[in-house]
């Protein structure tokens, strides 16, 4: 069974606590934490802060997705906030595998995820060490957008590779999830969908969440 993971970007920010467990009652397992800095993504968003206090109100796994650079500066405060997975950009660090073993050693988890133009063979030597590659479906930046169909071979040669390794890795699909294109990325080896406006736009929750999960 796939994992969902509600992006609380599409949420309504004015009752978060009530959005957040009203998703975490329909059956989704991880909340997926959009964090932009407004320089590698164009879009400002979340902070610590708001890590932490929905960490006091929560017992969901915090997947936190950093689209900021020089994340390495920020791993610390987002691991003391409470996240519990955090996932970086490949394209914002100079050296990926410092920053994946800095994360590791907070105690939280680490990801690692690309933009939908940048290739498998950056993050072929890479996957041993994380615990979830993240396959951007969208141009980071924004909730709402299409999905890119062009990333399913990659996304396919990810999960080929993920299989072969002997622990969990996590494979994770983010960006214009909807129970469409569900069954499509699952069939291709993603096992976490996120999805932000599918879920937070929908008047029923739990039948959003059950589509994806039975798509
Ligand atoms: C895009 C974010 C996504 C996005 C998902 O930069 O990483 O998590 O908010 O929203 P939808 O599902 O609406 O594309
Ligand atoms: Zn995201």
């Not at 993971?5 to 920010?13: G, R, V």
């Not at 397992?29 to 610590?48: A, K, Q, R, Y």
């Not at 909730?143 to 590779?161: A, H, R, Y």
């Amino acid at each position: 069974m796939v994992i969902v993971a509600p992006s609380i970007l599409s949420a309504d920010f004015t009752k978060l606590g009530e959005e957040i467990k009203a998703v975490a009652n329909a059956g989704a397992e991880w909340l997926h934490i959009d964090v932009m800095d407004g320089h590698f993504v164009p879009n400002i968003t979340i902070g610590p802060v708001i890590v932490e206090n929905i960490r006091k109100k929560t017992s969901m796994f915090l997947d936190c997705h950093l689209m900021i650079n020089t994340p390495e500066k920020y791993i610390d405060a987002f691991a003391q906030a409470g996240a519990d997975m955090i996932t970086i950009h490949l394209e914002s660090v100079a050296d990926p595998l410092v920053v994946i073993r800095h994360i590791k050693k907070t105690g939280c988890k680490a990801g690692i995820s690309i933009k939908p133009e940048t290739s498998f063979e950056t993050i072929r030597t890479i996957i041993p060490e994380v615990d979830l590659v993240l396959i951007m479906s969208v141009h980071p930046g924004f909730s709402g957008q299409k999905f890119i169909v062009d990333v399913i071979p990659k996304l396919k040669e990810t999960s080929e590779v993920i299989r072969k390794m002997k622990k969990r890795i996590y494979l994770q699909i983010d960006g214009g999830i909807n129970a469409e294109n569900a069954g499509l990325v699952k069939k291709n080896g993603a096992d976490v969908l996120v999805a932000g406006n599918f879920i937070f736009l929908s008047k029923d929750y739990h039948y959003a969440i059950k589509r994806l999960k039975e798509a």
